[in-house]
Every structure is written in C-alpha cells, then in structure tokens.
C-alpha cells in the first residue's frame, strides 16, 4: 500500500498530548503506582521520538537514505535462510517447500504492514520493543526486547554457523583443503569450537565501529553480490530442472508443509532490521515505512524462484544430506566445480552480510533499552568521533560469537524463528492499540484493511510458533524465564520512567506530561 499522509495537522498532534486517563501512559505522564500498575506504565510516543538519536556522551548520526535501509534489511535477510537452512525444510517438505516459502512470507507481510505503520509513526531504533512501550507498558516492552535479544542476537550466532559451512565448501573448490572438524564444528557434530563462525563475527564488529554510513556502504556492496549470486544459480538451475522431481509435491502431508514453513520463517527474520535505525536514517517517518516494504517483496521473490529452481534441479530426498545445497546443484547440473566455487564464493559473501546488518540491529535494540534505563548504561554510550555504540558492540559481538562457536545452527533457528514470532505477534497487537488510542496521530503509513491485517498476522505468528517442535518450546521456556529474572532484578529498579514518574509524585506533578 502506498504510503497516506493523515489529514490532521501534524502540529496539533505534536504540540500537546491528547488527554487521558491518568495511569494510561499514552500522550500523558502514567500515574506511578504500585504493584502490578508498575508493570503497566507507558512512554509517551512524543517522549520516544524527543529522545531518537540520544545515547550517552553522545548522539547518532542521521546519514542513511531510503535505499540504505532498504539495503539494511535485505542485508538482513537475504541469506542463511536460502543458502543453508533451505537444506533442512526441503526433507520437511519436499518440492512444495516453495508453498512453505509463501505461507511463511505470508507471516511475515502481515506482521511487516503493521512494522511499516509503527516505524512511521514512532521512527525510533528500539523497533518492537519501543512500539510495545508505547502501547502496552514496559512489562510487555520488556518480553518484546528479550525476544528481540532472542531473533537478533541469536540469529548472528546461526547465520555465522552457516557462513563456516560455505567457506569449506570454498576452500575445498580453490585449494582443495577443508577446516577440520574439531576447529569448525561445535560440540556434539563432531568438533570442539566454530573458529570460523565466530571470525565472520568478529570481522563484522570492527566494520560496525566505524560508523554507519561508512557501514551502509559495504553492506549496500555486499547485497548487491549475493543477488547477482541467486540469480545466477537460477539461470543455470534451470536447465537441470526434471518435472520428474516435483512429484509427489508434498510428500508428508499438509503437516510438513507447515513445519518446513516454521523453519524457513527464520529466512524472512531481518526485514524488520531497518526499523531498527530509525535514529540514523535522513527521513525516518518517510524511509523506513517504504525500505521496510521493498525489502520484504524483493527477498520473497527471490526466495520463490531459487526454491522452485533447486527442487526442480535435485530430488528432494537429496537435500538432507548436505548443508550447501546451491552449490551441489550447480556442480551437478554443470558438471564443473568451478560453477559450484563461484556460488560458494557468493554465498560467503551473503551469508557475511547477514552477519553484518543482523548484528548491526541488535546493538540498536540494546542502545534503546539501556536508553530507558532497562539494560546496563554501557549500551547506550556513543563514541564521540564514530557516531556509533562502540562498547555495545563489543559486548554484542562476543557473547553472539561465543554461542556460534559452540551451538549447532539447528538449535539456534528454531529458538531464534520462536523469538520473532513472539515479536512480531505483539507488533500486530501495538498497531491495533495505537490506532484506538492515538486516532489523529500522523501516519506516513497505513495498514491495508484494519483491523483484519493486523489480526491475520497475529494469527498467523500463533499458528507458525505452535508449528515449532516441543523442545524448541521449552528452549523459549528457559529463555523467557531467564529474561523475567533480569527485568525483576535489574530492569524494574533501573527503568527512567519510574523515576521521572516517582520524581513527579515527589514534587506534586504528577499530573504533568513527561
């Protein structure tokens, strides 16, 4: 849908406030009170976008364009979820993994209509987590954030998994040697550390500490060489398409079909990656909305065409019994190496990218909750002559790179899908609340048939989550748990809202907007 301007005056919206109830936290100080009422509080939407760009000793940069987030997202996206976990949904679902492709783009469209309407609106860099405290308090916020902590720190950690996995495949097509297993493969499939998962994500720290724009400009390059990738493998998959191998189409039923769906969610996480910036983009409110939206569409078709090309190109029995499919289809279909060199050159190059803007976006969450008080401070401080959270991204980087040195990247999709689904489900709920309580509010952008959309979407983020098998429930189980022990034992007693808030109580101004 293109993007709506309101016909409201933007300046009634902005200079004041719609008068609410006190303790409702939406265009007016909440009452602090206590108990559960503490859990409830709400930041004002004015409150989130005055303090965009403000971190500690200093402030982010504004340099990125439209088609620099866009880049930022599909850089986000477009990656491991084709080059490596394709490999694992196929044997789910056999030559009818493109439906599974669609049905899970489908999740992600609903949810990504209502990210567009939120980052329009609210084009801050805590993405769903500042969304979920301005519509239903910092509890929620909370959960939001540690499942964001969940889909991006974790995702890093996968991808880099994957990228390790392409880089044999190159150095066994160039000089004919592989990384042995015990420096390559984590405990339990057959190694003792990851070196190469947790290089590609120390490689992408120091790219990040140099500030954004000069950032942008290499992912921008790195997307760039992974598209031109895919569609080569398209071109040449073609010719070794048999109609033979699409048949049966789903040989395991309407079940595989949804669980292969499940698992290739996690190759549509990261679109969302550019409402994380919105504190550094040059036109935030018209941006993110546009790069939010052109990313998806450009990721979901090439995810489509390659799908259908690889199952048409090999048995789909056949995919389980390698971790660089792609590659295995070219050097088949051609019968060169130097085919299947060239697509695992590109997919080192893809699958880095990944890494790049996937890890770019969780250090921009943590900015926004330390920000509020919710996370240690040390994630919010700016590095004066980068304009970027140098210290954040340090402490970021190493606790990804240590659990992809040591988790199978089986483990860490399916954790990493649960957490965004978890997300996305409360974005659909935020758009639905901003909508009843801030009617007049300014939108760049509007979501296509509210409140059917937004409900589809949550729908369809509830039915994928209990597509996911039982142990990856009980990961999110000691995750989510573990998070709760945080919020109540450093959050809740940090958070700057409350103590604005108490600090109004203290002075009789309660009454008062923060």
């Known amino acids: ?5 309101s016909t409201a005056p933007p300046s009634a919206e902005a200079a004041s406030p719609p008068s609410s109830p006190p303790g409702s936290g939406v265009g007016s100080a909440a009452s602090p009170v206590r108990g559960g009422g503490r859990l409830l509080r709400r930041k004002p939407v004015e409150q989130l976008i005055a303090e965009g760009g403000q971190g500690a000793g200093g402030a982010l940069r504004r340099s990125l364009s439209m088609w620099q987030l866009t880049m930022i997202s599909i850089g986000a996206t477009l990656g491991t979820g084709i080059f490596v976990v394709l490999g694992e949904a196929t044997p789910l679902a056999g030559p009818a993994v493109a439906i599974s492709f669609v049905l899970a783009g489908l999740t992600a469209l609903f949810s990504a209509l209502s990210y567009a309407e939120l980052a329009g609106s609210i084009p801050v860099s805590g993405s769903s987590y500042s969304y979920a405290y301005a519509t239903m308090g910092e509890f929620v916020a909370w959960i939001c954030g540690w499942c964001l902590v969940l889909e991006y720190g974790i995702s890093v950690a996968a991808v880099a998994v ?11 097509g160039t000089l ?85 769906a499940a698992t290739l969610f996690f190759s549509y996480i990261g679109f969302d990656a550019a409402s994380t910036a919105g504190e550094e983009a040059k036109n935030a409110k018209r941006d993110l909305p546009r790069a939010i939206m052109l990313s998806l569409l450009i990721v979901t078709v090439l995810y ?51 890494v790049f803007a996937v890890l770019y976006g969780q250090t921009r969450i943590l900015f926004a909750m330390a920000r509020d ?18 210290a954040n991204t340090v402490l970021v980087a190493a606790f990804c790179g240590a659990l992809a040195a040591t988790v199978p990247l089986g483990e860490l999709a399916n954790a990493t899908s649960i957490g965004t689904l978890f997300a996305f489900a409360l974005v659909n709920v935020a758009v639905i609340i901003l909508r009843r309580t801030r009617p007049t509010m300014n939108r760049t952008f509007r979501v296509a048939l509210f409140p059917l959309t937004p409900l589809l979407g949550f729908g369809f983020c509830v039915w994928m989550m209990f597509s996911l098998p039982a142990a990856t429930w009980a990961v999110f189980g000691g995750w989510m748990a573990a998070g709760l022990a945080c919020y109540f ?26």
């Open 176 to 260: 004919g040697v592989t990384i042995p297993d015990a420096v390559s493969a984590p405990l339990g499939e057959g190694g003792l550390i990851n070196l190469p998962a947790l290089a590609v994500i120390l490689l992408a720290m120091v790219f990040l500490m140099g500030g954004a724009k000069e950032s942008a400009r290499i992912n921008t390059t790195m997307v760039v060489i992974k598209i031109v990738t895919l569609l080569l493998f398209c071109g040449i998959g073609f010719f070794g398409i048999k109609a033979g191998n699409y048949a049966p189409l789903a040989p395991l039923g309407a079940t595989g079909v949804s669980a292969a």
């Open 373 to 390: 008080g919710l996370v240690p401070q040390v994630f919010a401080k700016v590095n004066q002559r980068t304009g970027t959270p140098r």
């Open 1 to 5: 849908m293109p993007p709506e301007h």
């Open 162 to 172: 994957g990228w390790g996995q392409y880089l044999d495949e190159l150095l066994g």
């Open 489 to 514: 034992l450093y959050g809740i007693r940090h958070s700057r809202l409350a103590g604005r808030l108490d600090a109004d109580v203290t002075s009789g101004a309660s009454g008062e907007s923060v």
């Open 304 to 354: 489509c065409v390659v799908a259908l090309v690889a199952v048409g190109a090999m048995p789909w029995q056949d995919f389980g019994d390698t971790d660089a499919a792609l590659a295995r289809i070219m050097e088949n279909v051609t019968g060169i190496g130097l085919w299947s060199v060239v697509l695992a050159a590109g997919a080192v190059v893809a699958i880095a990218s990944v």
